[in-house]
């Protein structure tokens, strides 16, 4: 920026964006938010604004763009997505009474993770401003979301940091300058904002959060030394977000701590693989989510994502969840009513917040109002549930805020509007003051009404009128055929066409009145909406409380609902190593099929059975038993109940997935490689508690690596882990596990030949699979059929080439495992070989074994073997 401009006005502005530089800065000038240079440029390209230029007395023109006031709201949303900061200057003394440049000052700074307006925000999930601090292998973490207030910190090991930010999603996240870029986890979409590394010093910190929230020390908050990691990240948040909100932070809660060994960490692989909350497509349909989701209010909404992404690890209260499910889904009146009161409420979370933040309108404070008046109801309903796990506790803190529904029900029309000045906001008689301008007020209005009928009849003129306008206020209008009967008392204004303008003194007197009155009357109305916010802010914690009980409540109704509807079961928890999975289904695959249509199946993994290697063909349905395993454990832990006839569950600590294939170009890494981290990943992290499940691993190789790196992942998981597994495969060599480890067990998915076709029947069933069936899942993906026709000739060309190498060199003697030793001379079979029988098949073709003795059979050995050696051809 040039200074090119130095009027004084220009400079009352560099002075304000010189510290806001990372911001545009919306610089208010009457009825338009503007903005000069480099903003104005940016303003053009991203909101599609003109660029235009106002001449400021400099040397050159100043580039200048603008939005109406009116219509900020718009242009905040889009330059705040985009992952925009956006500084807010308001004009904070009335241009009337200045004396000069009117004062300005940067009253909010708007950033994708502090945010408030309900355009920018997503009513179903938090939109959390994170801050990360790493101490050597402890990472801690602290989250706000300001538009509900809430308050979170974790302490987790540094590998578990990647795991809780993709739980919390931020929009905006903070960290060290020093500690940024490539040590940081990636977070999809969110903003980084670098700070000094003192900001996260735990000791200031410590200090900061005290006096913020107003207690001695922070062991009151149940937080200890041992969290100072978590603390420094905390105070560095706390920081930042007092300077985008110089007005302060009414609405933030008391910080809650989560420490590890609670929660199940549910890395990025398993996110993705079984859908939780974001399908593979994008969006929520086809997820978990979208499966569970009955909730009827926005704080239901965002807790139920919250819980699906943060599986409870302790059988306690998983129970106490389960307990609460079960008493819903098993009385359909009580739950019906419940239901019936939670609809209707309107996100009292964030109307709570808006208005301690002073930013809510009287509409929005009618909402609140309204939506806690519906809260005895869902007292009521829950009550009749008695001690009902979950139930019990929240029944025993209830608190639904009667006192603040009633004084904003006295307080407030009963529909206000959007606006004060629109209409009125107050209702009569809760100010005496403000009924006396309204009635003068409305009175004057009367008053003007007389005033035209006296003067008609002291004029004599009848179609004498009082009109009005911006220019002149009141008048009195006279058509120029009556000008000899005005009285001399009339003061001429105006002059049209075919009449005359004046006023009088009386009249003069009552518009004086009743415009002063209206304009009394909005500074008043004003002051009470402010006085009402202010009652709410002072009660924000109880607000709060009532929100989260309110979300429990949905929450735990929403799952009863969809288990009776969809005819789950509650799962049994326990501390045991056992899964026993009786009749499982995918919830949401069973979803989008016709109602009994998808085949159920078993799957149980003890201590000594613990992996199952799951072969089959393609199409037949691995995937989906795999991904169906999964979701039933993570939907029992989280407190739902699940699709199955029963299922007795061992807590997991951990559930790993590596389902599927994909290249990751941008991080420059190939199918195989990605395959590879992930795996090696879970080999790592696995615990004897872990549950691992695998589709395919090594197929991004060559066979004989991938067999090899298969059956090396399947020891180490049996010998070195001993959890609970399924490896889904096409290696069929992998069955052999089954003879040399003494937990694993084979299972395929079955299929019926029938006429030359393959009939899938989805039923998992013990042993192994021999084919793979794949050129018959080409058929039914319509491959031409020449196409088709050729490809059986080449494996039938494939598999008579793999029965001569075995023959020729085979597996090394007394080594019955393919992977653990394959043949080092091992060729490359012949793709493109021309479809004639091969020379060494022949001769085997025609060999009748019975009639041979045990040293011809030897010598025939030999001779084959020498012919292999010299490239397969007879002499």
């Keep these: 920026m040039t200074r090119v401009a130095e009027t004084p006005l220009m400079q009352q502005y560099r002075e304000i964006k010189s510290r806001h530089t990372d911001a545009v800065l919306f610089f208010r000038m009457g009825d338009f938010y503007e903005m000069f240079y480099e903003d104005a440029e940016l303003a053009a390209r991203v909101l599609g604004l003109t660029l235009t230029s106002r001449n400021n007395g400099g040397a050159a023109e100043v580039p200048l763009a603008g939005v109406p006031v009116k219509a900020v709201s718009e242009y905040l949303r889009r330059f705040v997505q985009q992952g925009y900061r956006v500084a807010i200057c308001e004009q904070v003394e009335d241009p009337a009474l200045a004396k000069g440049i009117v004062r300005r000052e940067v009253i909010e700074t708007i950033t994708p993770g502090a945010a408030f307006a309900d355009d920018i925000l997503d009513g179903s999930r938090n939109n959390f401003l994170c801050a990360v601090h790493r101490l050597r292998d402890r990472a801690g973490v602290a989250a706000a979301d300001v538009s509900t207030g809430e308050f979170r910190l974790f302490v987790v090991e540094v590998g578990e940091l990647e795991p809780i930010l993709a739980r919390l999603a931020p929009r905006e996240l903070l960290v060290e300058r020093s500690a940024s870029g490539d040590a940081m986890p990636n977070v999809d979409g969110a903003l980084l904002t670098e700070r000094e590394g003192w900001e996260f010093d735990a000791a200031f910190a410590r200090d900061e959060l005290a006096r913020h929230f107003a207690v001695h020390s922070l062991d009151g908050l149940g937080i200890g030394a041992e969290d100072d990691v978590a603390v420094g990240a905390a105070g560095a948040l706390l920081r930042y977000l007092r300077e985008l909100q110089p007005a302060g932070l009414p609405q933030l809660a008391r910080p809650v701590i989560e420490r590890p060994g609670g929660v199940m960490p549910l890395d990025e692989m398993t996110r993705r693989n079984l859908e939780l909350v974001e399908s593979l497509r994008g969006g929520t349909a086809g997820t978990l989510l979208d499966v569970v989701d009955r909730t009827l209010t926005p704080m239901g909404a965002r807790l139920l994502r919250q819980w699906i992404l943060a599986p409870l690890t302790n059988r306690v209260p998983i129970d106490a969840r389960l307990d609460a499910v079960g008493a819903l889904a098993g009385d359909a009146l009580v739950r019906a009513r419940l239901r019936e009161a939670l609809d209707g409420v309107r996100d009292i979370e964030r109307l709570a917040s808006k208005a301690a933040a002073g930013r809510a309108t009287p509409r929005e404070l009618g909402a609140l109002g309204t939506s806690l008046a519906r809260l005895p109801a869902v007292e009521r309903a829950a009550g009749e549930l008695g001690g009902a796990g979950a139930i019990s506790r929240l029944v025993a803190e209830w608190d639904g805020c009667s006192d603040v529904a009633s004084e904003i029900a006295s307080t407030l029309v009963d529909r206000p509007p959007i606006a004060i000045g629109d209409e009125d906001a107050i209702r009569a008689g809760v100010d005496a003051p403000l009924d006396e301008m309204r009635a003068l007020r409305d009175g004057g209005k009367?008053?003007?009404?007389?005033?035209?009928?006296?003067?008609?009849?002291?004029?004599?003129?009848?179609?004498?009128?009082?009109?009005?306008?911006?220019?002149?206020?009141?008048?009195?209008?006279?058509?120029?055929?009556?000008?000899?009967?005005?009285?001399?008392?009339?003061?001429?204004?105006?002059?049209?066409?075919?009449?005359?303008?004046?006023?009088?003194?009386?009249?003069?007197?009552?518009?004086?009145?009743?415009?002063?009155?209206?304009?009394?009357?909005?500074?008043?109305?004003?002051?009470?909406?402010?006085?009402?916010?202010?009652?709410?802010?002072?009660?924000?914690?109880?607000?709060?409380?009532?929100?989260?009980?309110?979300?429990?409540?949905?929450?735990?109704?929403?799952?009863?609902?969809?288990?009776?509807r969809e005819g789950y079961t509650r799962p049994e928890i326990t501390n045991d190593f056992e899964l026993d999975i009786r009749a499982g289904?995918?919830?949401?695959?069973?979803?989008?099929?016709?109602?009994?249509?998808?085949?159920?199946?078993?799957?149980?993994?003890?201590?000594?059975?613990?992996?199952?290697?799951?072969?089959?063909?393609?199409?037949?349905?691995?995937?989906?038993?795999?991904?169906?395993?999964?979701?039933?454990?993570?939907?029992?832990?989280?407190?739902?109940?699940?699709?199955?006839?029963?299922?007795?569950?061992?807590?997991?600590?951990?559930?790993?997935?590596?389902?599927?294939?994909?290249?990751?170009?941008?991080?420059?890494?190939?199918?195989?490689?990605?395959?590879?981290?992930?795996?090696?990943?879970?080999?790592?992290?696995?615990?004897?508690?872990?549950?691992?499940?695998?589709?395919?691993?090594?197929?991004?190789?060559?066979?004989?690596?991938?067999?090899?790196?298969?059956?090396?992942?399947?020891?180490?998981?049996?010998?070195?882990?001993?959890?609970?597994?399924?490896?889904?495969?096409?290696?069929?060599?992998?069955?052999?596990?089954?003879?040399?480890?003494?937990?694993?067990?084979?299972?395929?998915?079955?299929?019926?030949?029938?006429?030359?076709?393959?009939?899938?029947?989805?039923?998992?069933?013990?042993?192994?699979?021999?084919?793979?069936?794949?050129?018959?899942?080409?058929?039914?993906?319509?491959?031409?059929?020449?196409?088709?026709?050729?490809?059986?000739?080449?494996?039938?060309?494939?598999?008579?080439?793999?029965?001569?190498?075995?023959?020729?060199?085979?597996?090394?003697?007394?080594?019955?495992?393919?992977?653990?030793?394959?043949?080092?001379?091992?060729?490359?079979?012949?793709?493109?070989?021309?479809?004639?029988?091969?020379?060494?098949?022949?001769?085997?073709?025609?060999?009748?074994?019975?009639?041979?003795?045990?040293?011809?059979?030897?010598?025939?050995?030999?001779?084959?073997?020498?012919?292999?050696?010299?490239?397969?051809?007879?002499?």
């Design 585 to 875: 289904r995918h919830p949401v695959v069973e979803r989008m099929m016709p109602r009994d249509k998808f085949i159920p199946n078993d799957v149980v993994l003890t201590t000594d059975g613990r992996l199952i290697i799951l072969t089959g063909p393609n199409m037949a349905g691995k995937s989906t038993i795999l991904r169906q395993v999964g979701l039933i454990v993570l939907m029992a832990q989280m407190g739902a109940f699940v699709p199955a006839a029963h299922a007795r569950i061992g807590t997991a600590d951990r559930v790993f997935t590596r389902v599927g294939a994909s290249d990751n170009l941008v991080r420059g890494q190939s199918t195989f490689m990605v395959e590879m981290a992930e795996t090696s990943a879970i080999l790592h992290l696995a615990t004897a508690r872990s549950l691992v499940l695998l589709d395919e691993i090594g197929r991004g190789t060559s066979t004989y690596d991938g067999v090899a790196i298969a059956w090396a992942v399947s020891e180490h998981l049996h010998d070195v882990t001993g959890c609970k597994a399924i490896f889904a495969t096409h290696y069929h060599e992998l069955v052999q596990l089954a003879d040399e480890l003494v937990a694993v067990r084979n299972y395929n998915v079955g299929v019926r030949e029938t006429d030359g076709h393959v009939l899938f029947l989805y039923r998992l069933q013990p042993g192994g699979a021999d084919r793979s069936y794949g050129i018959e899942v080409g058929r039914l993906a319509g491959l031409p059929e020449q196409v088709l026709s050729r490809a059986r000739e080449v494996l039938r060309l494939l598999e008579g080439e793999q029965l001569a190498a075995a023959l020729a060199g085979g597996r090394e003697r007394g080594r019955a495992s393919p992977a653990r030793s394959a043949p080092a001379d091992a060729q490359q079979l012949t793709f493109f070989a021309p479809a004639l029988p091969h020379p060494l098949v022949a001769r085997l073709a025609v060999l009748d074994a019975n009639e041979m003795t045990p040293l011809q059979a030897l010598q025939l050995l030999a001779e084959l073997a020498t012919e292999a050696r010299r490239g397969g051809r007879a002499t």
């Design 446 to 564: 009367d008053a003007i009404v007389r005033i035209q009928e006296q003067e008609r009849g002291r004029t004599g003129i009848t179609s004498l009128k009082v009109g009005f306008n911006r220019v002149f206020g009141y008048y009195i209008e006279i058509t120029n055929a009556n000008k000899h009967l005005v009285p001399a008392d009339y003061q001429r204004r105006q002059t049209l066409t075919g009449a005359e303008r004046y006023v009088t003194p009386t009249l003069k007197e009552y518009e004086e009145r009743v415009l002063t009155a209206a304009e009394r009357i909005e500074t008043r109305e004003r002051e009470l909406l402010d006085q009402l916010r202010g009652a709410v802010a002072a009660r924000i914690g109880r607000i709060q409380c009532a929100a989260r009980a309110i979300a429990e409540l949905d929450v735990l109704a929403s799952l009863a609902e969809v288990a009776e």
